[in-house]
Antibody
Framework: QVQLVESGGGVVQPGTSLRLSCAAS????????MHWVRQAPGKGLEWVAV????????YYADSVRGRFTISRDISKNTLYLQMNSLRVEDTAMYYC????????????WGQGTLVTVSS | QSALTQPASVSGSPGQSITISCTGT?????????VSWYQQHPGKAPKLIIY???KWPSGVSNRFSGSKSGNTASLTISGLQAEDEADYYC?????????FGTGTKVTVL
């Protein structure tokens, strides 16, 4: 069955960097788009970034463009989110999500990893 | 990338039907038939319940149904049950990005 397991979250200071990982299993990782979605404590969901199934396209939310980079290692079936110049407002639970067969919907989600940016 | 607008809360009694609206613009909801809906229980990851406006993922109850008219999408929950109490989010493709709704808390009275 499909499993997505995020890791790499923690408490960091503003202006620093962090890299999140999402280990995928149970499906052909290279055949599906993969997304990052975040949720600030007590708030709603916010789409963050996507990498297309073939890795050729990467898109970002305006709030993170230029600071965050999505990437993947097909040999390890792992998705990454490199987060630089972190801000207090980046504090959130970060979920990785597998795209379905269609356009930009998320049929499987990980359990999330919590990132706290605080001085 | 403004969030889609949903009512903050909707409530209903067991067995009743409720509808949650999701209003966007012609650049997202109105421009594509790519609206999805997610159910999220406290402390849990979101779960896909509707995709492509009105399609059901495998294993999801047909008590959930979706529709769209113009810039507004809707989720209807029929035969409301206690386990339907949760937060619900719509999401729309917006041309190389996605935008979520503000979220709706459903309470079963």
């Amino acid at each position: 069955q499909v499993q997505l397991v995020e890791s790499g979250g923690g408490v960091v200071q503003p202006g620093t960097s962090l890299r999140l990982s999402c280990a995928a299993s149970g499906f052909t990782f290279s055949a599906y788009g993969m997304h990052w979605v975040r949720q600030a404590p007590g708030k709603g969901l916010e789409w963050v970034a996507v990498m297309s199934y073939d890795g050729s396209n990467k898109y970002y939310a305006d709030s993170v463009r230029g600071r965050f980079t999505i990437s993947r290692d097909i040999s390890k079936n792992t998705l990454y989110l490199q987060m630089n110049s972190l801000r207090v407002e980046d504090t959130a639970m970060y979920y990785c999500a597998k795209e379905g067969f269609g356009v930009f919907y998320f049929d499987y989600w990980g359990q999330g990893t919590l990132v706290t940016v605080s001085s | 990338q403004s969030a889609l607008t949903q009512p903050a809360s909707v409530s209903g009694s067991p067995g009743q039907s409720i509808t949650i609206s999701c209003t966007g613009t012609s650049s997202d909801v109105g421009g594509y038939d790519y609206v999805s809906w997610y159910q999220q229980h406290p402390g849990k990851a979101p779960k896909l319940i509707i995709y492509d406006v009105n399609k059901w993922p495998s294993g999801v109850s047909n008590r959930f149904s979706g529709s769209k008219s113009g810039n507004t999408a809707s989720l209807t929950i029929s035969g409301l049950q206690a386990e339907d109490e949760a937060d619900y989010y719509c999401c729309s493709y917006a041309g190389s990005n996605s935008v979520f709704g503000t979220g709706t808390k459903v309470t079963v009275l």
